[in-house]
């Protein structure tokens, strides 16, 4: 299967701040890539397909970037809504691998 | 709208089994793939199984193989997954999530416990 690897496990910042989320691929997955965001005790929300693409609804400050094996969530001016636990998940392969997630804390 | 809502969870001891469901609405479901995702107490998102919206296509994370099996009813808009030989370590919040061929998961439910313990 294909391992997914995301850094930092978490992150410390402040309402206002870009913050920048990575996520590692074990072998090419092209751009079939999606993040997520959680929140306690809530299902996952999906925020960006094909490693770039925003979902319908979605805040234009989510901007998700790269292919082949390193990916990244940018997240350009934190709003009190966004601290919550993000995901990566590959959809490369019939096997939907997820990051191990990074939770992105009030400093 | 899109409706997912998990049913069949509670307590089992090790070694049990239990059949979880997940009845879809507000789509149709025979169009699409589907997938079972889980989250132990404190920890990340898992994938475990998916299933083709025909059902011919099934694949089973390692961590479940030979014990887990995902199916699905198109003619009752229905998911299910098969637990046997549950584990203490299966102890999770089981979520469904339709998909696509080449499209993540962007409706979920609202999970359900599924709780192994003696």
């Known amino acids: 299967d294909i391992q997914m690897t995301q850094s930092p496990s978490t992150l410390s910042a402040s309402v206002g701040d870009r913050v920048i989320i990575t996520c590692r691929a074990s072998?090419?997955?092209?751009?079939?890539l999606a993040w997520y965001q959680q929140k306690p005790g809530k299902a996952p929300d999906l925020l960006i397909y094909?490693?770039?693409r925003l979902e319908s609804g979605v805040p234009s400050r989510f901007n998700g970037s790269g292919s082949g094996t390193e990916f990244t969530l940018t997240i350009s001016s934190l709003q009190p809504d966004d601290f919550a636990t993000y995901y990566c998940q590959q959809y490369n392969s019939y096997s939907r691998t997820f990051g191990q997630g990074t939770r992105l804390e009030i400093k | 709208q899109v409706q997912l809502v998990e049913s069949g969870g509670g307590v089992v001891k090790p070694g049990g089994s239990l059949r979880l469901s997940c009845a879809a609405s507000g789509f149709s479901f025979s169009l699409y793939y589907m997938t079972w995702v889980r989250q132990a107490p404190g920890k990340g998102l898992e994938w475990i199984a998916h299933i083709s919206s025909s059902g011919s296509i099934m694949s089973h994370a390692d961590s479940v193989k030979g014990r887990f099996t995902i199916s699905r009813d198109n003619a009752k808009n229905s998911l299910y997954l098969q637990m046997n030989s549950l584990r203490v370590e299966d102890t999770a919040v089981y979520y469904c999530?339709?998909?696509?061929?080449?499209?993540?998961?962007?409706?979920w439910g609202q999970g359900t416990l599924v709780t192994v313990s003696s």
């Open positions: 094909k490693a770039s």
């Open positions: 999530a339709r998909a696509e061929h080449s499209y993540p998961s962007d409706s």
């Open positions: 072998q090419s997955i092209d751009y079939w």
